[in-house]
């Protein structure tokens, strides 16, 4: 059976990114030049500067004019000095983006009727079908780095549900924290479900360290990559100090990935999900952006931990989302449909400058 292999430019990255959090290259300090690498690694210039722009883009490293790259990742205990927290970033408009097409949509559906039949009127399974859940867990492990097992995804009409079952699992009695600002939803919903949130401000690498460590709060909300409607994206240090904050027991963090999936980078996004150890962290993702608005499914993604709670509180709730879109989602996955257009919409991202 035939392997891929790892691109060049991605096995560079991974292996600076090592080294940079490992500490070989500590805060501050100035990475060799794209010369010394291209030459230590045998590797061209343009994989080098391809390996050292994505460092960039996660906040790993910062390019500086006519000076190079110099590491910006600090693991610390938690807080940055205030006077290097940056400002945030003025709100702008999303960019245009490539409509996923109706023809592949439609040939699918048509497909799915053909093919399903009878099937199309059994009642979903409470979690979703499990060729769904099975052609997600397969998708997640190749293209967002998350290895998990289809059994510990649930599938659901739409974030805004989601939002509810995540308080009826965790419990309302909890206090849930959230960005400010952020998608004002999300607050309404915890809200709405008997839940106290509290706002914390939100800067231009994330949620503001002194806030995150000082709040009472047992549940953290993120959204960090692009944070609605600041455009804010979490640095690959808040990613981690998110984790950090998440080490007490009971502590819970919901990764809100909306549209990371749109990133103009060709490498995914790197997820807290992927980088925690602890099992609580529960990863949320919807469809509305990457396929269409109407189609209203999303999902989460657990942790055994999770599943087993999830089970036991909520586990009694019928899938929200009809058994065909669900086979028509599992198919366009299956058929790579899905993942060509992320590539298409990528690739005009980056024409565009967006």
Request: one cysteine or more; a neutral charge; charged letters at 30%.
């Amino acid at each position: 059976m035939e392997t891929r292999r790892t691109p060049a430019y991605l096995a560079l990255y991974e292996r600076l990114r090592r080294e940079i959090i490992e500490g070989d290259y500590p805060f501050g300090s100035r990475m060799p030049s794209k010369r010394q690498l291209s030459e230590e690694t045998g590797l061209s210039l343009v994989t080098v500067e391809h390996a050292l722009s994505l460092l960039c883009d996660e906040g790993y490293l910062e390019a500086r004019e006519r000076s190079g790259h110099f590491a910006v990742f600090r693991k610390g205990e938690g807080f940055l000095p205030a006077e290097v927290t940056p400002a945030r970033p003025e709100s702008r408009p999303a960019p245009e983006r490539e409509a996923f097409p109706i023809s592949v949509l439609s040939r699918t559906m048509r497909r799915v009727i053909t093919e399903r039949g009878d099937t199309l009127l059994e009642r979903s399974p409470p979690g979703g079908c499990a060729e769904l859940r099975g052609a997600l867990s397969r998708y997640l492990g190749r293209a967002r780095g998350i290895r998990t097992a289809p059994e510990r995804i649930y599938v659901g009409s739409g974030a805004e549900y989601l939002y509810g079952l995540i308080v009826q699992a965790l419990g309302r009695e909890r206090l849930y924290a959230l960005e400010d600002p952020s998608y004002e939803k999300i607050r309404r919903v915890y809200e709405a479900h008997g839940a106290r949130t509290a706002l914390l401000p939100l800067r231009g690498d994330g949620v503001d360290s002194a806030a995150l460590f000082a709040t009472g709060a047992d549940v953290l909300h993120i959204t960090p990559y692009r944070s609605f409607p600041s455009d804010v994206t979490a640095s690959a240090a808040k990613r981690r100090e998110y984790i950090r904050w998440a080490d007490r027991d009971g502590r819970v963090i919901v990764e809100d990935d909306f549209t990371s999936e749109l990133a103009a980078s060709p490498k995914p996004e790197e997820t807290v999900f992927s980088l925690s150890e602890r099992g609580n962290v529960i990863y949320l993702n919807t469809f509305s952006r990457t396929v269409a608005p109407s189609l209203r499914m999303g999902y989460l993604v657990l942790s055994p931990e999770m599943r087993e709670l999830f089970e036991e509180r909520v586990g009694f709730y019928s899938c929200t989302v009809p058994v065909f879109e669900q086979y028509v989602l599992a198919e366009l996955i299956e058929s790579g449909e899905y993942e060509r257009h992320i590539r298409r919409v990528r690739r005009q991202l980056r024409r565009g400058g967006a």
